[in-house]
Each structure stands twice: as C-alpha cells, then as structure tokens.
C-alpha cells in the first residue's frame, strides 16, 4: 500500500511574525545528520511543541537557537537576532532549560545562584524569583551538586521564568519531576503565559502532559521536519475513522496517500487519515466503504501515529 | 509585544564584578586554609625564636618561586572547578559572550591569587624578620671571574663582591605564579582533556630526546638540560643554572656566580614565557568566539 | 464556579469550557451578573494555555452570555435567561453527542428513543416506589 504522506503534512505557516525562523539548518555530528534543511518557524506568541523520539534532534535544535551549537548549514534568526554572531543577545532573550540536569556550579549553593542569576540578567524579577521558589518549595541553602533530577528541573525552571524572556525554550521541563512537582510546573507556566507576553518551543516525548498548553505542534525524526501546524489544524484534520468495508476493499487513490496509520478488526477498519473530513468520508463512499464513527485524536495519539508511520518522511 | 531591541545583557562592569565575586567563592576554601597555614607559621614565632640563636634565617624572593609556581599552577582548578568547559557548563548558558566571559573569569582568579601570594609573601617576610632573619640579603657573593680557572679545579678564579638583593626581585613570585596560573588556563580552557594533554606533551618531550641513534641518554639529559635551564630562568630566575661549585684554594666548596640575571635579562626571559602563556590562553579562549 | 474538563472529551477546550459555563448557568451554580473565574486563575487551575480560556470568554462574550468589564474581569451578562436560551442549547448539545453515540453503535434513532422511554419509565415507577416506602 503506498502511504506517501509528505505532501499532505504541512511545514508552512504563512506569514507571520515568527519568533524563530530557521531556514535549511543543517547540522552533522562526524557523519551522521542530527537536523537535515530544518525549517521550523515558531510564530510570536505562539506555545510550541516539538515532539520527536529520543534521538531526533530536538536538544540539538535547541542549543543551536541560543549559540550553544554551531550549525554546519542555513539560517537562523531567534527574536530577529543571529544567535551565532550575537549569541549574548539572543541568550538574554532566552529563558532555556537545558536537557541535562546539571545545574550552575556544583559546589555553590542555590541561593548563592539565584544572585548570580540574578547578576547577569538585567531583567530579573526578584519578587518573582521569591514566589517561584516558594511555589517550586526550592531549598536555597542546598548544595547544587547534592540536588536530585527533579529538584535541579525546578531550579531550572526557575531561573529559565525570573527573568521574564520574551521566548522560552525549554527541552523536556518535565523531566524527572513527580505527579506533584508536574502539576506544580504546569500551573506556573499557565500563569506565566497569562502574566508575561511569551512566546515558548517546548521539546518533549510524553506531549500529554502538555498537550493543554500548546497550540503548534512541530513533528520531528531523524533531524527532518516532518510537519508543523496549529494544534486546531491538526486535531482538525488527522481523524480516525472507523469503516465496514466489503470484501476485496481498495483504498481509493486519492486516499491512499493521505493515510497515516490503518488497523485492521474482524470487520471494520480503523483509519488515521490526514484531510478534511467531508472529503475523507465522501472518498470512503465513493470507494464502497461506509464510515461508521469519525473521532479527532489527542495530540499524543497523533504525534504517536505520525512518528509510527516510517513513510511519512 | 516584545521590545526586541532591548538590551538584556549584563554590563562590563557587572559581569566583572559579579565574576570576581564568584570565583571568590569558589577558590575562597582553598585561600581560607594557606591563610590559616600561615597564621600557623607566624603563630610559631615565639619557639621558633628560642631555637634560632645565633643567625636569623635570610629569604630572598626568588627562594619563593616554586611555591608561587606551584600556587599558579594549581590555582585554575579551583576556579574552574565542578564546570564542564566542553559540556552544558552553566557559563555557556549566560547571557555573556563566550570568549570574553571565559576571560574575565580568567581574569577574576588572577586577581584573588595575586591577593593570596601577597598574603603568603607578606606572612613570610613578617615572619623571617620576626625570628630575627632578613628579608632579602645584603652580603657578599662569590663571583667566577676565570671560568677555565674553576673548571680546571685548581682553586683560583672566583672573587667575592657585595651583594644586595635588588627591590624588583621581589616581582618575581608575582609573575612565576601568574605565568603558571595563565598557562594552566590556557590548558583546561583549550582543551578537552587537559591532564592527556600536558602529560603527552611531557611524554613527547623525552621521546624527542630519545630519537637519534647514538648518545640517546646523554641526548635526553642534555634536552632536559635545557628545558631545566628554561624552567630555571623562569621560576629562580636564573640563580640555578648561573651558579658552579667552586673549590678555593683554602678547601672550601662555595656556589660562585658565572653571572647575575640582571633586571633586563629577566624581563627578557620572564617576558617570553609570559607572552607564549598569554597567546596560549587567548587562542584556548577563542575556542569558544561567536562573533 | 467549577470547571472540571474530562480527558475523554474529544470537542476543543474552549468549546468545553464554553460548556461548563452553561451548564453552570442550567443548574444555578451561577447566575446573571456572578463573576467568573479570571484567565489566569482559570488556566492555572485547569493548566491549560490562557489563551484558550480568552478564546471560550471571548465567545461566549461575542453570544452574549457574559461580559468583559476592563480592569474589573470577566460577568455573566445581566440579561441572560438560561430558561429560555442556556437550557434548550445545552439539551441539544447532549442530543448531538447522543446522536453520535447511536450511529457508532450502528442503531438507529428510534432504537434508542424507545429505549430512553423505557427507562424513562423505569426510572419514574422507582421513584414513586420509593416515595411510597418513605
């Protein structure tokens, strides 16, 4: 069965203004490809989230936006700066979470880092900072390197919000955290959306936890873009169906190629198609089926069908 | 909705000072406990006092120089310590320019361990002179007049001048630990794994020595010779490699002078090394340049 | 007010939201002129994006249910009549839920009419049983 989805995936988001715009960035590590032409655009405002296997590039593409990582090829322009050529700039405008838990100097305390924070970000909210460590129940006396995963992830967060950035890039803020702390760093971000004009690329691989906070979701493997749309497009068009087919059913070309995932019942047949649904259900139709239930997918569901179909590339 | 032209970097002034604050903190540790090792020495005085009878003891600043050496040397891992300079280190992540940053730290520890060898420098002299010695000698010194005279062992050749230690010497543990302390920055900054680094070096050094077929031994000690000759102009200012043993004529085996580094000679060589050291630590520091 | 969305739910989060505001409206835990929860609190709570909850109140707004006082928050608006309006649109909502539900299952409309009388039936008779013990 051929199930080219390239074409039905889309990359474009028009116009914008965009907060991020990278265009063509390619970066290789030794011979492999970690982004391939990546053009990933986060519009101004937007809460975005990159979802993508361990391994698709996700940590890599951030640390490229903020001079961390050197690209081998392409443009990049984060808040209309080169972070390349003025990586202090853009990493003033940044709030970052990094992926690894390592926070500051081992040997200083958090508190004491807090002030160095607070040192070098001309923007540092110190009544904030004051809350979120309450919020966050963040120890100030403790050493940095006697912190766990998931209270280094807070102080993380912590310092990535106090400044108050005009753009978040946070590579998987939920790391490490429990049920609690989770719920916790969900609500502040909530609030900090409503609180501060932000524009926020989130990377993660468990998108349920937030999947109420974004409205972009970009689709990323092996370094390739495979599709990137408001949260609405997506939950709009990528819709399962479920249909009795009669014997001998073949898939209508026209079809064919926007179908994302396809199990099979006694029966029926469960679809994830890519389109509009009157058109999907009508080509259904014309191909003998009868569709029986449409339902939309959670973001999950949908990253999870993307990412499992090996076509879609 | 964002003023994006608005500048949210940190001053000259407050990255420096923030800087020098935490690289304070960092090596604060290491300088509490030399400090109180010397508030120990002084502590000593007294007893020290009651044993030395007759000649007090004399410290000429150069005698400090392999202490101020090892003090530079050591002193970037505590100021860089617990950061991974070729991973995610927290200083990467600020909102400062990579290679000026790293700098400025560089920078920030020299500062602290000139304050930490004046300390020890101070503590010293305060101390020789406690116990009744003097800092920097005033006296006489066996100058080689007739190389070939002393070298035929016939006694002869050497006459005594006076001799006072000249105030710019005490420069010397000054610049010995700071040239240490910059190529030791150079090192962990420009390198990954900076102890593979300067140990292959070493190790490079006497292969280059054995290379060769004949006189290999003689080849290596003779490379050492001058490597030692270096480090001696460096860290003694030359008081080593400048000196012979002489047998006079009465029996007694004295160290004469074949010569006194002179304040020229010194800056010459202590300026060399200090430059190669410089270079070294602005290439390593390019490492990480982003404009 | 609470606002309570199920992770079953498949309709967008401001529809949902939009819901809850009517259902409260219905059954009376709020009434013309109560204020509503701010964006803020509300996202925070449901840890969703505040601009969902903008989009449901802007809605919401735009049918005339509440009303936005700058600086002041967000009103159920004075001349709401949950009877005559929330009530009907609420019952079709459930209807076109109910609908789904009876073509997914393959049955057809007055399968499951005559299959709601019944128990509606049921239900009276207990009821009255009941009443009748008491």
Known sequence: MNTKTAAALPVDLGGGPFTITTRDLTKRFGSTTALNALDLRVPEGAAYVLVGPNGAGKTTLLRTLIGMARRDHGAVEVLGIDPERRGADARGLVGYVPEGHRIGYPWMTVGRLLKHCEALYPSWDTDYAARLVD??????????????????????????????????LLDEPTDGLDHVIRDVTLSILSEHFADSPTTALISTHRVYEIERLVDHVGVLRQGRLLGQMPTDELRGKLRRYW???????????????RVIRRTEGMRD?????????????NGFGRAGATVREVAPLSLDEAATALLANKETS | MTDITMDRTPSMKAAAVEQLR????????EALAICAGLALLLLLVPFVEEIVVEVGPILNPTDLGVIAAFLGLASPLAVWKGETLFGESRLWTLPVDHARHARMKVAAGWVWLMGVVSVGVLSLVLFVVLVGGDAGSEGTRWMVTDLDAVRSGAGGGVRQMVWTTPLWHWAHPFVVATWGYVAVSALLLGFKRPYHWAVGGWLAFLAFGLLGEEGNIARVTSTLDVFMGAIDWLVFAGSDYSQVTVTLESGQRVRAWTRIPTLGSVVVAQGLWMGLACVSLWAASARSRES | MRVHLQTSDNRPLYVQIMDEVRRGLVRGTLSPEDALPSVRELASSLQINPRTVSQAYAELEREGVVRVRPGKGTFVAPEVR?????RPRLAREVALRTLADVSRNGLLLEEVLEALHGLGQAVEREEALEEGIG
């Open chain 1, 135 to 168: 919020a966050y129940e963040v120890d100030l006396s403790r050493k940095c390197r006697s912190l766990s995963k998931g209270q280094s992830r807070r102080v993380q967060m912590l310092v990535a919000l106090a400044h108050r950035p005009p753009l978040l």
């Open chain 1, 243 to 257: 249909a009795d087919v009669p014997d001998g059913f073949e898939m209508s070309t026209e079809l064919a190629g």
């Open chain 1, 269 to 281: 047949i469960e679809w994830t198609v890519w389109g509009e649904e009157k058109l999907v259900v």
């Open chain 2, 22 to 29: 935490v690289v304070g903190l960092a090596v604060r540790r």
């Open chain 3, 82 to 86: 949950p009877e005559e309006n929330e």
